[in-house]
Each structure stands twice: as C-alpha cells, then as structure tokens.
C-alpha cells in the first residue's frame, strides 16, 4: 500500500516567513533604493577618491541583481504546481539564493584585491562626503533590513536581509573611518575599511552558497536528525520497521519524506488510521508535510508484494 500526503500550505500559495505576499513589494522597493545609492555612491566616491565608498557601490551593486533575482523567485514561488512543475516552484528562491552566493563571493575577491593595492598606496580621501554619503546609505540599507527581518526564517528572504545587515554594518564603519582618518590623518584606514567590507561579504556568500547547495543536493534539513525521526514513527503503534527513509527540503520551510514501513496484515480503515497518525506526528513534531510512505505486511521476503509477471520482468 502507498500513502501520499499533503498538509494545508504546501503547494499553491507559499507565505515567505513572516512577510506573505508583501515580500515583492518591499523588495520592489528595495531595488530601487539600492540602485539609487549606488549611484551617489559611485559619484561620491570618484569625487572624493575614497576605495571604501567604491568599495560599498559595488557591494550594493551587487545587491541590484541579488534583489532582482530574489524578487522574481518569490513571484515563480506563488504559482501553484502544473503538470510539468509537479512540485510547484518552490525551488525557485533556493537557486536564487545559490545564484546570488556565487555573485557575492566573486564581488568580495574583487574587493578584497582592489583594497589591498590601495592599502599599499594610500590617497586623501574627502572625508566630508563620506559621512554624508554613509549616513545616507545607512538610512537606506537600515530601512531595507527592518522591512525583511521578519522573513529570515526563508533561505531567499534571509539572502537579501544578510546582504542588507552587512550594508549596514558597512556603513557603520565608513561613519566611523572617515571620522578616525578626520582626526588622525590616517589615510590607509579607508583601505582597512575597504578590505573589512569585502571580508564580510565573502563571509556571507559562503554561508549561503553552503546552505542553498545543501538543499539543492537533497540535503537532511539542518537541526533535523534521521535517527530521531525514524524512532518517532518506530514509536506509533502497528509500525513494526521503517527502512529506505529519506527527507530533504523542497523550498523554504517545507520539508518532504519517503520511506518503506512495515506493519503487520490489518483492513484498509485500520491503514487509514495508521497513515493519519504518522502524517500528523511528522507535522507536528518535525514540520514534514509532504510525505510519502509505502505500506509493506511485515514477514513477508522482498517481493511479496509483487505479482509473478512483475517479478519476472524484474528479473530481467
């Protein structure tokens, strides 16, 4: 016997953490505001020969088609599952996510490297136009952060609030460089600065190109264990074994699991009653809510269950 199941916002219209269908809004929004910063920032940097507000034009340049891309996946995410995309395009916001990881780490080593040549030969920087431009694009990055914080719990959504956050951050530090280099004189701090923003963008793209290949490579969910879910079900009574168990995630807070279990001879409202108990624990206690299980009667040899013809063509 083969159960399926589905459990209410698994397919159809996905919600994106806590934002809903508001996420392309705000993220329509953000794409705007970031190609708006970018130019000043680009201008206010030329104009005032500071490596870290080029430095931060790019790793907001970066964040234009990180946005993009990210807005795009949330709308495939909303349509509901065809005949062809069975499973709907809930996937659409995890390759986004490993998409843009792979955009930023690339950026980062740019940064990196354009710092250090500075480092070794440090100008004078404007630092007048630094503090206004930093202020400015704090006011921005910090306005984007808050609007998504609360959809970090989806891998796509929490991409655009770590590149954000990091902006911010950046930001901060650009305040605060162009203060020092005020006071002290210190010309190569902007170089510093410059380096430390391309260190934590690498940071960040790393961490999200690990998580998303993760999942696209049919990955346990993170702070789920196998064994754990096993002797749950193992738990309920009338399963006798559970083998050939797998779970993996098919988008952003939705996880799926196949396995054989076997359970001894009973009528189809006993199955029935059986199957209900499963599905609901796994909901309930690991938030699986698509799940496939194959009934097997326990005793029974490998193809007991399979008529003569399908062994022989088995066989063969």
Not at 116 to 141: D, F, K, Y
Not at 152 to 174: C, E, F, M, P
Not at 230 to 255: C, K, M, Y
């Amino acid at each position: 016997m083969h159960a399926h199941s589905h459990h209410p916002g698994e397919s159809g219209r996905h919600h994106h953490g806590g934002l809903g269908e508001s996420a392309t809004g705000i993220l329509a929004a953000a794409i705007l505001a970031t190609l708006l910063l970018v130019v000043v920032e680009f201008i206010a940097g030329y104009a005032g020969r500071s490596i870290a507000l080029v430095s931060d034009a790019i790793h907001n340049l970066t964040d234009a088609p990180t946005l993009v891309i990210s807005w795009l996946a949330m709308r495939w995410a909303l349509r509901p599952a065809t005949p062809e995309k069975t499973y709907g395009y809930h996937r659409a916001g995890i390759l986004a996510a490993f998409v843009n990881a792979m955009v930023l780490t690339l950026a980062a080593l740019v940064l990196i490297g354009e710092s250090l040549l500075r480092l070794g030969h440090p100008v004078e920087v404007q630092t007048g136009l630094m503090l206004w431009v930093s202020l400015l694009a704090l006011a921005i990055n910090g306005g984007i952060t808050l609007a998504v914080v609360r959809g970090r719990d989806d891998l796509n959504v929490r991409t655009v609030w770590i590149h954000n956050l990091g902006d911010a951050l950046s930001n901060v530090a650009i305040l605060i460089g162009a203060l020092l280099i005020r006071w002290s004189g210190f010309q190569w701090l902007d170089a510093v600065i410059g380096t430390g923003i391309g260190a934590t963008v690498l940071w960040s793209g790393a961490g999200i190109l690990r998580e998303s290949g993760h999942i696209l490579l049919e990955g346990l969910p993170r702070n789920m264990d196998l064994q754990d879910v096993a002797r749950a079900l193992l738990a309920i009574e009338g399963v006798q074994e559970v083998h050939d168990i797998h779970i993996w995630t098919l988008g952003s807070n939705l996880n799926a699991l196949s396995c054989h279990v076997r359970i001894p001879d009973m009528h189809m409202e006993g199955c029935e009653r059986l199957i209900g108990k499963m599905c609901g624990m796994l909901a309930h206690d690991f938030n699986i809510t698509h799940t496939t299980i194959q009934f097997e009667r326990a005793g029974l040899p490998a193809t007991g269950l399979l008529t003569p013809e399908a062994v022989r063509r088995a066989s063969h």
